[in-house]
């Protein structure tokens, strides 16, 4: 059977006093595989559309974090994907909910987009969020794609959607222009870029 011991204060000598509880440790640093590379929140007047240049190539892959609005003067909108600035030469599909029903859509030549973020007639303080993935974006030996999961709540209503794009060329990816679909971005939109290590 192991013994058990009582300790009382005068039988403990020689203690020291931490300010933290690291207790004299050194911090632990988490090697996490994601690193910031660029963040951007939209100031006062808005922006026509928000890009990351000049991405790094010291990567595996690539996620975009964002909440957003758009200025079109409806419930909602989508926000395009644009990488190297390419326009409509790239495969989309998509499946959306509502609570209610579920549509799935796909297109060969389509300016993908990520759907869906609140629009002019909601309330300022409503926005949509997204993360995008952009796999493999520094390989040059096959077209790169990209995922999403997006959406956004109206207290009671409001819709989310899977989506897939794919960037039908073999360049690298060095840039990523976001833009509304009917309208510009507003204030207090935040995106942000982080590259995601390889094993």
Known sequence: MT??????????????????????NPAYELLGDFESIATVTVGSGGAANVEFTSIPSTFQHLQVRFIARSTRAENQDSITVKLNSVSTTSGWHILSGNGTSAVGLGYTIYQPSVPYVAAANKDA????????????????????????????????????????????????????????????IPQYSHFALYGIKGA
């Open 3 to 24: 013994p058990v011991y009582k300790l009382s204060a005068s039988s403990i000598t020689g203690r020291t006093t931490y300010g933290s509880m690291l207790a004299g």
């Open 125 to 184: 303080n409503v926005f949509g969020a997204a993360v995008i993935d952009i796999l493999d974006y520094k390989n040059t030996n096959k077209y790169t794609t990209w995922r999403s999961l997006s959406g956004n709540d109206f207290n009671g209503s409001g819709d989310i959607a899977l989506t897939s794009g794919l960037y039908q060329s073999t360049s690298a990816i060095s840039s990523i222009l976001f833009s509304a679909d009917n309208g510009n």
